[in-house]
């Protein structure tokens, strides 16, 4: 039996965040977080679905104290790492999450496009799977590397976590993203790293 938590935001429209269900013009738009409910709780994904296509009504909206710390925790953390890439001298061109996601993806795009040395809150966005990448960080490529659709540069996938461990589903993110990132860029990303809640780099080079 699997329990859906009643503080779930669950389902929501686009470009609200990353997670929960979404009812397009004619079809659900999802990101890895409703992925890895479904491997963690096919019951809860159903509800979520659900909820998204007007069959369910949406779960009472709760206020659960030790969730709404570790979340707060959670944004401090990433803005923590945000002010190292500021304070190691990288240009951090912010991507609004207040727009629609396709025009949001647009702006990632044209970011990456202009060789910005760091990208936050860079969305992915293909019609169907939408995700909010933590960090895009440019690394300029190598002679003999295949060049990216933008030249001499390429960007990897950096992600924060509270946890001191790396999860499974954390890694399943970042593989989705990477898949759509070199759909973008032309070449995908050689890096996926997790900054765990110690403040370490834990980096997975791309097979």
Known sequence: MCIRDSHDAGPHRVGADGGGAVHGADRLVLSPTDLTRFLGCAHASAL???????????????????????????????????ARLRESGRQVVEIP???????????TVAAMAAGASAIYQGTLFD???????????RRDLAPGEPR???????????????????????????????????????????????VTGDGVERSWRLA
């Not at 069959?55 to 990433?78: T, Y």
């Not at 950096?158 to 001191?164: F, Q, S």
């Not at 593989?175 to 996926?192: D, I, N, S, W």
């Open 127 to 137: 019609g169907t799977w939408l995700g909010y990448a933590d960090f895009l960080l």
């Open 48 to 82: 979520d679905v659900e909820v998204a296509l007007g069959r369910r009504p949406r779960p009472a909206d709760g206020v659960d104290e030790q969730l709404a710390f570790i979340a707060a925790r959670g944004l401090s953390h990433e803005r923590a790492y945000l």
């Open 97 to 107: 999450r207040d727009r629609d996601p396709a025009a949001a993806e647009a702006a």
């Open 148 to 194: 990216s659709r933008y030249g001499d540069w390429a960007y990897d996938l950096v992600d924060t976590k509270l946890a001191r461990h790396l999860s499974a589903a954390a890694l399943l993110q970042l593989a989705t993203y990477a898949e759509r990132l070199e759909t973008l860029q032309g070449v995908p990303p050689a890096r996926l790293v997790v």
